[in-house]
């Protein structure tokens, strides 16, 4: 059998397809922290321990990765190929992946903020969120 490497639509295509007014909030946090978090906190019932160095070590083997990745595939390609580490999600921080794909489809439904915006604006932030969702 024959796999495409082609997308036959994305996320933000099947949601818009069943709820063309949908209005979707995105809510970005900082990718280096965002990374860290998630594998300390994933990953916090293993036995092993988890130190500096083995993230260190995980982010440059997943870097170089995807890396290899891009000398045979397209960005976007290598945004939503299935052969990332389950430890250490990379492409997850990639926004600009999923951003494009989700505003180009949203366009003025799609509503971005940073998790730094609502820490440190909490009341303006949702304020704001109400305001997008009408």
């Known amino acids: 059998a024959v796999v495409s490497t082609q997308s036959t639509g994305?996320?933000?295509?099947?949601?818009?397809s069943v709820t063309p007014d949908a209005k979707i909030i995105v809510i970005f946090r900082n990718p280096t922290k965002r990374l860290l978090s998630e594998y300390i906190y994933f990953w916090v019932t293993k036995r092993e321990r988890r130190t500096p160095e083995s993230f260190h070590s995980e982010v440059v083997a997943e870097v170089t990765k995807f890396n290899k990745c891009l000398e045979i595939r397209s960005f976007i390609q290598c945004c939503h190929t299935t052969d990332h580490s389950h430890r250490v999600r990379l492409a997850l921080g990639l926004y600009i992946c999923y951003a494009k794909e989700w505003a180009s489809v949203f366009r003025e439904n799609l509503l971005a903020v940073t998790m730094e915006e609502y820490q440190s604006e909490p009341v303006e932030t949702l304020l704001n969120i109400y305001d997008h969702i009408g």
């Open 10 to 16: 994305t996320n933000a295509d099947l949601i818009h």
